[in-house]
C-alpha cells in the first residue's frame, strides 16, 4: 500500500529534519507538511504544506478528508521552558492537540500515529542515573505534567479504541539544520554556534548539570525505526526510553576545546535549572533495544566532530576535523 503521511508541527526542530527524511523515503507529494505558519526552509517548498493551528479540529479534519494520510506524526507542542512561561497555553495546545489527533485517528482510520514524549516525564523522585522504563514518575514542569498525561492516554487510545499508536521518550535533541525553541536543553545547540561565532557561551545551567541527548541523525533514525517495526514487535504503548549519551555543560564544552582550544564558557544558571534539576542523568533504553533494535551511533566526540563541521560554512568558515 502507498504511504501518504501527514507532519503536524513540521517547521519545528524535529519536524523540519523528519519531513527532509520522509520525503526521501516516500517522495516529496507524498509527505504533508503542516504548521501554524510555514517556515522558510526550503524542505517546505519541495511538497505540500498546509497551515494547521492543532486547536482547530475543523480545519484538521478538512485536511485528513483531502489527503487521507495513511500516517501522521503529531509533532507541534510548547517545550519545557515555554510552556512554563505560558502554562494554559501548554496545557491546552500539549493536551488538546493530542486530543484532536487521536480521535481523529480512530474518525479517519490512519493507520499509524506517532507523537514524542520526553525525558521530562520524569521528576525530582524519580532514579536518576540509568533511570529505568518503569519506576516513579513525578514530572513537576507543565510540559512533563502533559507528556506523562499524553502517554496515559496513548497506551488507553491503543487498549480500549485500537490505534496503533507510537512513541519515544525523547532526550535533549541537538542538530545543526534546524533550530530549536523553548526547551531546558538547548543550550547543547546555541553551544556550537557560539563556539563558531563569539568563542564563548554563556551557559542557562550550571556546569554539573548532567542530562540525557541524542544527535539529530539517531532520533531520525529512533523514530523511522519505531515506525516502520512490525505493530507486534510494540510492546510499550506509552512511550519508550530512548538513550543517546549523557553530558553536563563542562564536558561539552571541553569536547569544543579539542578543536577550538581558545573556546570558553561562563556559567549563569538561571529558571531553567530548576527544570533540568528535576530530569534524569541518564536512561536505561533495554526495552527499545530489545523491542525494536534500537542503537545510537554518535557519542558526545562524533556528534561534536560533526556539528562543528557542518556549522562552520553558515558562518563562512571551513573546518575540516
Ligand atoms: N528538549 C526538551 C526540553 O528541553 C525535553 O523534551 O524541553
Not at 271 to 297: F, V
Request: net charge negative; with cysteine.
Amino acid at each position: 500500500m502507498s504511504e501518504n503521511i501527514l507532519v503536524i508541527g513540521s517547521c519545528g526542530q524535529l519536524g523540519t529534519e523528519l519531513v527532509e527524511s520522509l520525503r526521501k523515503i516516500y517522495g516529496d507529494a507524498n509527505v504533508i507538511a503542516s504548521d501554524i505558519r510555514q517556515s522558510d526552509d526550503a524542505i517546505f517548498k519541495q511538497g505540500p504544506f498546509e497551515t494547521l493551528d492543532i486547536l482547530d479540529k475543523n480545519k484538521l479534519s478538512e485536511i485528513l478528508t483531502q489527503y487521507k494520510p495513511t500516517q501522521v506524526y503529531h509533532l507541534a507542542a510548547l517545550l519545557s521552558a515555554t510552556a512554563e512561561a505560558k502554562p494554559k497555553l501548554g496545557w491546552t495546545l500539549n493536551m488538546d492537540g493530542l486530543f484532536n489527533v487521536l480521535d481523529a485517528a480512530i474518525d479517519f482510520k490512519i493507520g499509524k500515529v506517532y507523537w514524542p514524549s520526553s525525558i521530562a516525564v520524569f521528576g525530582p523522585n524519580t532514579p536518576v542515573n540509568n533511570t529505568p522504563q518503569n519506576c516513579v514518575m513525578d514530572p513537576n514542569t507543565i510540559y512533563g505534567i502533559s507528556k506523562q498525561a499524553g502517554e496515559r492516554y496513548c497506551e488507553y487510545y491503543f487498549q480500549k479504541r485500537g490505534v496503533d499508536v507510537r512513541s519515544i521518550r525523547y532526550p535533549g535533541l541537538i542538530g545543526y539544520k534546524s533550530a530549536p525553541g523553548g526547551g531546558t536543553t538547548d543550550y547543547a545547540v546555541s553551544i556550537y554556534h557560539d563556539a563558531l561565532t563569539a568563542g564563548k557561551h554563556n551557559c542557562f545551567l550550571s556546569e554539573n548539570t548532567e542530562l540525557p541527548m541524542l544527535y539529530m541523525p539517531d532520533a531520525l533514525k529512533a523514530t523511522l525505526d519505531i515506525m516502520h517495526a512490525p505493530a507486534d514487535k510494540i510492546k510499550i504503548r506509552s512511550s519508550y526510553n530512548l538513550s543517546g549519551m549523557s553530558f553536563a555543560p563542562k564536558e561539552i564544552t571541553k569536547a569544543i576545546q579539542k578543536y577550538i582550544p581558545e573556546f570558553t564558557t561562563e556559567y549563569n544558571p538561571d529558571k531553567r535549572q530548576a527544570i533540568a534539576d528535576s530530569w534524569p542523568n541518564s536512561i536505561d533504553d533495554a526495552e527499545a533495544r530489545q523491542d525494536w533494535g534500537w542503537q545510537p551511533s554518535y557519542n558526545l566526540d562524533t556528534m561534536t566532530k560533526d556539528m562543528l563541521v557542518n556549522l562552520a560554512p553558515t558562518y563562512g568558515k571551513t573546518l575540516s576535523l
